[in-house]
T-cell receptor, first 114, second 112 residues
Framework: DGGITQSPKYLFRKEGQNVTLSCEQN?????MYWYRQDPGQGLRLIYYSQIVNDFQKGDIAEGYSVSREKKESFPLTVTSAQKNPTAFYLC?????????????FGNGTRLTVT | SQQGEEDPQALSIQEGENATMNCSYK?????LQWYRQNSGRGLVHLIL?????REKHSGRLRVTLDTSKKSSSLLITASRAADTASYFC????????????FGSGTRLLVRP
């Protein structure tokens, strides 16, 4: 079955530690995205990548970093510089970059930092 | 800044009734999309409606778009308990043409 796999489902970290969230897709999609969702709110874009070895900042990129070395993989690192890292993180992909390709989402990683 | 805003924030209906939720946005758009999110899960794409379309259907779903009023509505007919979820509209266009901007969602509860 094709889809997007995010791991782990739950992640707990101490304040000051960097943490990397995994996102893998086997849909052969070119574009991949990371969103953050806080309780009762919509999604906010962190980073997106339209093609391998290229990525752009979204609306709330501060304190996060990404890489796109392979088409299938788009890991997100939450650094100690992110002031409020506790949130639900969603990875998505689309077959082409741009607004006319619907997004396919993974089932998210819930990160708790104490 | 947030583009789409859904209304109402929460909706509770009886199974079999219709559910209508609305989305308003501020700037011109290329298209508008509706997504569903079950609790603790990722979003699932429902419908994409382009700026030159006025209505679109998919099964029990009907989406309308009124670009003059900068608004869209999602109608779910003959609702089922399994329709219980949060529903989000997302828009692209204006100066964010390569990004989808999501509203804060409508939480729908369908009582059996």
């Amino acid at each position: 079955d094709g889809g997007i796999t995010q791991s782990p489902k739950y992640l707990f970290r101490k304040e000051g530690q960097n943490v990397t969230l995994s996102c893998e897709q086997n849909l052969n999609h070119d574009a991949m995205y990371w969103y953050r969702q806080d309780p009762g709110q919509g999604l906010r874009l962190i980073y997106y990548s339209q093609i391998v070895n290229d990525f752009q900042k979204g609306d709330i990129a501060e304190g996060y970093s990404v890489s796109r070395e392979k088409k299938e993989s788009f890991p997100l690192t939450v650094t100690s510089a992110q002031k409020n890292p506790t949130a639900f993180y969603l990875c998505a992909s689309s077959w082409a970059p741009g607004p006319n390709s619907p997004l396919h989402f993974g089932n998210g990683t819930r990160l708790t930092v104490t | 800044s947030q583009q789409g805003e859904e209304d109402p924030q929460a909706l509770s209906i009886q199974e079999g009734e219709n559910a209508t939720m609305n989305c308003s946005y501020k700037t011109s758009i290329n298209n508008l999309q509706w997504y569903r999110q079950n609790s603790g899960r990722g979003l699932v794409h429902l419908i994409l409606i382009r700026s030159n379309e006025r209505e679109k259907h998919s099964g029990r779903l009907r989406v309308t778009l009124d670009t003059s009023k900068k608004s869209s509505s999602l109608l779910i007919t003959a609702s089922r308990a399994a329709d219980t979820a949060s529903y989000f509209c997302a828009t692209s266009g204006g100066d964010s043409s390569y990004k989808l901007i999501f509203g804060s969602g409508t939480r729908l509860l369908v009582r059996p």
